[in-house]
């Protein structure tokens, strides 16, 4: 079953290699497996031209969407402990949306800082990730925490200004599906919600 599963989703034509690579790490910490199912998915994105640098990036880009201890724990396992780091470089950052900073800040603004703060850092431009694959993978996490409301329509806006079509958006809920179909489902109302709605 596992075979046949991972077959198929690693055959989706829609999205790129690194872009599933990216969407299963997600997935991984979404759903703490941080054991063999997160060394599997390394293992095949490693196969496949992604390099543990990209994987520890898109660790880093997860952490506010999966929690810092899970991301903390998937480094571990990660990331040789003889190693030395290297210095982060200092990219451009994007800015959270003016709209979403008023939303939450109506809510709380020492909430609307915290997050305005973790977007600028994780949204930054670097050569690790690209912006579509930084939005793809978290319209995974959306899927597989629930959070289909602003948060998944914020990263369905981000993936398509960042060239993604309805065939990836798709594509990525039909991946993270074997995390759960009732999740994928949900999801899949959601966008279609978000499809139709009025400008």
């Given at each position: 079953?596992?075979?046949?599963?991972?077959?198929?989703?690693?055959?989706?034509?829609q999205l790129t290699m690194?872009?599933?690579?990216?969407?299963?790490?997600?997935?991984?910490?979404c759903t703490a497996n941080?054991?063999?199912?997160?060394?599997?998915?390394v293992q095949m994105a490693g196969a496949n031209g992604v390099t543990a640098v990209d994987c520890i990036a898109a660790i880093r880009h997860l952490a506010p969407y999966v929690?810092?201890?899970?991301?903390?724990?998937?480094?571990?396992?990660?990331v040789d402990p003889g190693a030395t780091a290297d210095t982060p470089r200092m990219a451009e950052s994007?800015?959270?949306?003016?709209?979403?900073?008023?939303?939450?800040?109506a809510l709380n603004p020492d909430f609307a800082a915290f997050v305005a703060e973790q977007f600028r850092q994780r949204w930054s431009d670097d050569p690790e990730l690209s912006?579509?694959?930084r939005a793809l993978s978290c319209l995974?996490?959306?899927?597989?925490?629930?959070?289909?409301?602003?948060s998944f329509a914020l990263h369905v806006e981000l993936a398509e200004a960042a060239g993604a079509g309805p065939g990836q958006i798709n594509a990525v809920l039909l991946l993270?599906?074997?995390?759960?179909?009732a999740k994928a489902w949900r999801a899949y109302r959601t966008l279609a919600r978000i499809r139709v709605r009025p400008d």
């Open positions: 079953m596992a075979i046949e599963v991972g077959r198929h989703a690693w055959s989706l034509p690194r872009e599933k690579a990216f969407v299963f790490l997600a997935a991984d910490l941080l054991g063999f199912a997160l060394a599997t998915h929690g810092y201890p899970t991301a903390a724990v998937a480094l571990q396992r990660l994007r800015q959270l949306p003016a709209e979403v900073v008023d939303e939450l800040t912006q579509r694959e995974a996490t959306d899927v597989l925490n629930q959070t289909l409301d602003e993270v599906a074997e995390y759960g179909t």
